[in-house]
Every structure is written in C-alpha cells, then in structure tokens.
C-alpha cells in the first residue's frame, strides 16, 4: 500500500497554506508535527477529498482521490468533530454507519467490534455527554474505522486528552498502524515521539523535515547544550538562542539551549530530543505568537 501525494498546494486568497507538500507513505504511523496555522489541517482535508487542490496529485495505490473507490478506504477523523449529545455512542455509530451506506445487519456487527476495540462497550448505551474527552475521541476513531479503511487521517485526535487517556490513546494508536497507513496531526511533540514510526513537521505549509524519528533529530544533533550560568549571561543567551528549558539554581541559571557551537565555556552537549527539534525550529513563532515562557 503506497499514498502519494504530489506537489499538492492550497492557496487562500493571499495566504499559502500548503505550498507543493510531496509525501510517499506506506503502512505504518506517521505524526505530522506543527504549530498553529501550518497547515496541518488543510493537507489532511485535501487528501480526505473534502477541499479541491490548486494543484497537485493525491492517489492511493494509484487511484486518485477523486475516485468514489479511494474514499471507500478512507477514514478521517476532523479536528472539530461535531457529536449528537443526546445520542448513545451505539446510537451515533449506527448512525454513522447509515451515512455511509453500511447496510444494517453489518452495521451492528462492526459496531459492536468497534464499541469493543476502542474501549466504550461498558458505556454504549450512555449519553455522550456524559463521556469525557477521551470517550469521545475514541468514539470519533470509532466512526473512522467503520468502514475498515486502509488509510486512516485523524486530525489532532489527542487535544484535550488528559494523561492517562493519552497513553490508551497511544495504545490503540499503534496498534491500527501495524496494517494501514494511519496520519496524526498534532502540536503535542509528546504525542507523536512515542506512537509514529516516521515524523513530519511543517512548517508555513512546507515539511520542513520528516523521516524516521532518529533521523530527523540528526539534524540537531551536537546543537543541543546545557550550562549553568550567572544570570547576566543567561538573559544575553536566551535573546541569542532557543532555550528549551530553564530554572533557577543555587550555583545560577541552569539553561537548555540550541546552539550551533558551544555556548558557554562549561557547557556541556547532550542527546537531542523531538522536543528540542520542535522548539528550535518553531521558536521563532512561539515567541511572536504565544509569548516565550
Ligand atoms: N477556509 C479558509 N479560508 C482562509 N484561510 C484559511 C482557511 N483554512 C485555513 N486557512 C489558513 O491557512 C493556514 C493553515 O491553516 P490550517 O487550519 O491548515 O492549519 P493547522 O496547521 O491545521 O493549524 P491548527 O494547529 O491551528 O489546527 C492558516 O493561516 C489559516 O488561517
Ligand atoms: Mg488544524
């Protein structure tokens, strides 16, 4: 199973949300990584044939996806997935089921599997909302896997998600990966450097980096330092270079940075993580947009 996606690109009014995006992906996790606005959503909706290209080619075993036989493999699940309160989780997916032309008697069996496979059995005949966040983003995944698709798109299906939902999340995550191609966006690094086989981070509608998550932390590797410096220094550092961690110590200010040559005569280099990665090449809008913490 192969998805090519070829120099795909959206263009609203004068903003280029994805600007030539070309991807192979095969079976297996992939966490597309950015922040807000970089376009994470507009690729997946293009590849979920739900917003016309300006340009580009998008196919799956080279079937293109403006074929009806592409998005009978398709699942997707959208950032601002809307649920009926009032119905039962069995009620929505049944539901579900019928908007997809699943005939009845099949609609039930996958359902049940389904309620079973992500968890929700003991509460499927529960209002959803009385489910938690995670209850729910389950049952989203649920809804996306009716129709057992081969490529699987969730978009950012972990926001909102407290810890512990997080990691059955990852769980049930994986496990899908092992036989289609599942695509996760998110802004959470955390979210993505456990449960992904492969990581793509965009950036102003380009992928500015993807590949297996130890090859792409090459590309900081021996920039990543800490030190521990007078406070002086720190506050010259810091306007300097993204600081990825910081605090107060008895001996001074303890700095994480990324750096391309030594920033301080007692600092040592350590082993870089996603996290490091993502807050180097997003610094620049972190500290614009969010305010630096
Ligand atoms: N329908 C639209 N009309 C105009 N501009 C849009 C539209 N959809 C997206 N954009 C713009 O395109 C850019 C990319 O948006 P997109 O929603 O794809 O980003 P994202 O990575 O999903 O962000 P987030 O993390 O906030 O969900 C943004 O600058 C956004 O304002
Ligand atoms: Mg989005």
Redesign the pocket.
């Known amino acids: 199973m192969e998805l090519v996606i070829d120099r795909i690109t959206k263009q ?2 004068n ?1 280029i ?1 994805v600007d030539h995006v070309s991807l192979k992906l095969k079976e297996g996790v992939y966490g597309l990584l ?10 997946m909706r293009m590849m979920c044939g739900l917003m016309v290209p300006d340009s580009g080619t998008i196919a799956l075993d080279g079937i293109s996806m403006e074929e009806e036989q592409y998005r009978d493999v398709l699942g997707y699940l959208p ?1 601002d997935f809307g649920y009926y309160p009032d119905f039962t989780a069995l009620e929505f997916l049944m539901y579900m089921a019928s908007l997809k032309g699943i005939p009845k008697i099949r609609a039930k069996e996958k359902t049940a599997m389904l309620l079973e496979q992500v968890n929700l059995k003991d509460v499927a005949k529960k209002k959803i909302k009385t489910y938690s966040g995670g209850m729910k983003q389950r049952l989203g995944i649920a809804q996306a896997l009716l129709n057992n698709p081969n490529l699987l798109v969730l978009d ?1 299906p972990t926001a909102g998600l407290d810890p512990k939902e997080r990691v059955k999340f990852r769980n049930m995550i994986s496990e899908l990966g092992k036989d289609r191609i599942v695509l996760l ?1 998110t ?1 959470i690094v955390s979210d993505v450097e456990y449960i992904a086989d492969y990581i793509m981070v ?1 950036k102003k509608g380009t992928i500015i980096h993807k590949g297996a998550r130890e090859d792409i932390l090459k590309s900081i590797d021996g920039k990543v330092w800490e030190c521990v410096v007078p406070e002086k220094t720190a506050l010259d550092l810091e306007r300097k270079f993204p600081v990825i961690n910081i605090r107060n110590e008895k001996e001074g200010i303890f700095l994480r940075l990324v750096c391309e040559h030594m920033p301080y005569e007692t600092a040592s280099i350590c082993t870089a993580s996603l996290e490091d990665l993502y807050l180097y090449y997003f610094s620049d809008e972190i500290s614009e947009g969010e305010g630096q913490p």
């Open positions: 609203f009014k903003k949300a950015g922040a807000n606005g970089a376009g994470k959503t507009t690729l950032q950012e966006s802004h965009m």
